[in-house]
């Protein structure tokens, strides 16, 4: 009799334990499903590595989970209890870890859905806020003109005092004059700050602080000790982030006219001009563009400096709108910090002769 039970009593132990096992699998091939859904729901929102990590770790059960459903078939029919067990133990120890980790990853990728989810929602009612829009974008916007050149520029510091703009060196280009000596003096730029509504306000006396031919960047300082509107400024690491198809405005003064904005993407980061690096998009642009922002669509950040346009040389030359070049902000940073003008992106720096404490204008400008 107990000839008969052993046996037919390790049958039913390993035939639960191939059960156990292939419910497990199913389990495990549920995960799967779960972790195709929450693919399609990170697409474009947010990084998956965590993500990465789970399916691979999911495949690598399943494979092991069908050796396992193999190997106990075989030991049944071998009637192996002892290797049996060995073998269910492991398999223990294996699902065990993996649930502690994919619900501590699930954890963190619902984390991750959540912010994204938010950050995504506010970037849509802000790209559908007019009012926001022109804030962000338009009033800091303004028209640079000098000896016959116009063309566009931005306001990216305005606080205690002092407000500074970036413009084309090419448009202001004609201010820097030598008499029969051959010193050199600058004369001053005007400047047209415009209101919300379109309205030109004001037009001030800039001049003319630094500049970089090659990088075709310019720093104007406004005779002014009035605040104006500033634009917001992507940082360094998040400029990073930017790529071909990125959404943006490029916004200047085409053919002389008020600031204006049209829509385009970066078409490429390699763009390469006497040494220098560029970047290309396609928003429409013209002559009088060049100097004016590039800026998210999104984020309404700025994210570069009009510089020129691509012409077509075969026998008359011809501007190709939807081939605009951009110096980015990455190559304006640079160029300020050789410059010593950090402190216009960098609020660890201070304006030269400033008291370390006297910040307070400069952080509601969240740099």
Known sequence: ?????????????????????????????????????????????????????????????????????????ELARASDLAAAREEITTIRYAVAAIEAASRERFARLEGR???????????????????????AVLLPSVQVSARGGVGGGTIIYSAGGDSFAVTAFHVIAKTIVKDDSGAESRLPVDVKIYRLDGTLDETVASDLVAFDDRKDIALLKLRSPKVFPAARLRSRDRLKELGVFTPIYAVGCPLGHDPMPSLGEISTLRKEVNGEKFWMMNAPTIFGNSGGGVFHRETHE???????ICTFDNPVTTPVPHLGILLPLEGVYDWLTEHHYQFLFDVRFSRPGTPKDAGVARARREW
């Open 1 to 73: 009799m107990r000839r008969i039970l052993l046996p037919a009593g390790f049958a039913v132990i390993v035939g639960l334990t191939v059960l156990s096992v292939r419910s497990l699998h199913a389990n495990q091939i549920n995960i799967a499903a779960k972790l195709g859904l929450i693919d399609a729901r990170l697409a474009g929102a947010a990084r998956a590595d965590d993500l990465a990590a789970l399916r691979a770790e999911n495949a690598a059960l399943l494979d092991r989970l069908a050796r396992s459903e193999r190997r106990l078939s």
């Open 302 to 308: 700025l994210l570069g400096v009009s510089a020129m």
């Open 113 to 135: 859905l959540d912010t994204a989810a938010t950050e995504a929602l506010k970037a849509r009612r802000a790209a559908t806020d007019p009012a926001a829009l022109l804030t």
